[in-house]
């Protein structure tokens, strides 16, 4: 605990240089980002947010679904235990695969894949962000979804069958109602991982210019390659020529991510 408020305190004390010199005004009550510009001190921190925001749902849609489906196919379909033990080891190794090689594969293969479905001008936007993330996350959740329901008793199974209730039926309205706050959990740790994303999104999302870009709506939003915010400070922390004072604005961004 006492880290922990360390951390939050280093945070706020290396913020004060952005805050003096962009203002409070100009990192939170503005929608204009403009932090390249001397005349100018706007740098909202919620355009970049709202791409992380949009990337976090996005993937968190698709990959949920898929995840606590996927976990509750092989917990309850796979009959063979040894067949059933390699799968999850599978899962496992997928889980701990570097960020860094999703980051390659969106960039040579699953942009341009994205590109040629949706018909696109660019391999690299936001939508192949949300796809590339979801691949990501899957593993994840599946893992976790599993460790819930082991810890779920299948006497419970068992006491709905008895009570005139068909198989799926007492799985989904009865066993995985047991397992909803550990899979409310997987949900957030899977968020977590999205927003702190920094390396696999850095290398296919390049653009920060969000006034343009969020004037030509939602779906101009998602075909563009905006980055969001954790890849914002990861850029622009080591800067050649970011000054005290942009590199404070960075830590109020992390500040406001944190």
Do not use: C
């Not at 990501?136 to 599993?146: A, G, K, Q």
């Amino acid at each position: 605990a006492i880290l922990f408020f360390i951390l939050i305190l280093f945070i706020i004390l290396k913020s004060i240089p952005g805050f003096k010199y962009y203002g409070f005004k100009g990192i939170f009550l503005t929608d204009r980002y403009s932090i390249s510009s001397f005349n100018d001190h706007s740098a909202s921190v919620w355009l970049p947010m709202a791409i992380t925001l949009i990337i976090t749902i996005g993937s968190l849609l698709i990959a949920t679904p898929l995840g606590v489906k996927t976990a509750t196919f092989i917990y309850f379909r796979i009959k063979n235990k040894s067949f059933k033990k390699t799968l999850k080891i599978i899962i496992e190794i997928s889980a701990a695969i570097p960020s860094v090689v999703f980051g390659l594969f969106a960039y040579r293969s699953l942009g341009d894949i994205v590109k040629n479905i949706f018909h696109l001008e660019i391999a690299n936007s936001v939508l192949t962000a949300i796809l590339m993330l979801s691949i990501m996350l899957i593993p994840t959740i599946v893992l976790l979804t599993l460790n819930a329901y082991d810890s779920v008793d299948n006497n419970v199974i068992i006491n709905s069958i008895s009570l005139a209730n068909y198989k799926t039926r007492a799985i989904y309205k009865t066993f995985r109602l047991q397992t909803r706050k550990q899979i409310m959990v997987a949900i957030i740790i899977a968020a977590g991982r999205v927003i702190g994303e920094t390396m696999a999104v850095s290398m296919i999302l390049s653009s920060e210019n969000y006034n343009t870009v969020f004037s030509g709506g939602f779906i101009g939003i998602l075909t563009s390659p905006l980055r969001p915010l954790g890849a914002v400070i990861a850029k622009g922390m080591f800067a050649e020529n970011g000054g005290e004072s942009f590199r404070g604005l960075l830590f109020a961004f992390g500040l406001i991510m944190f």
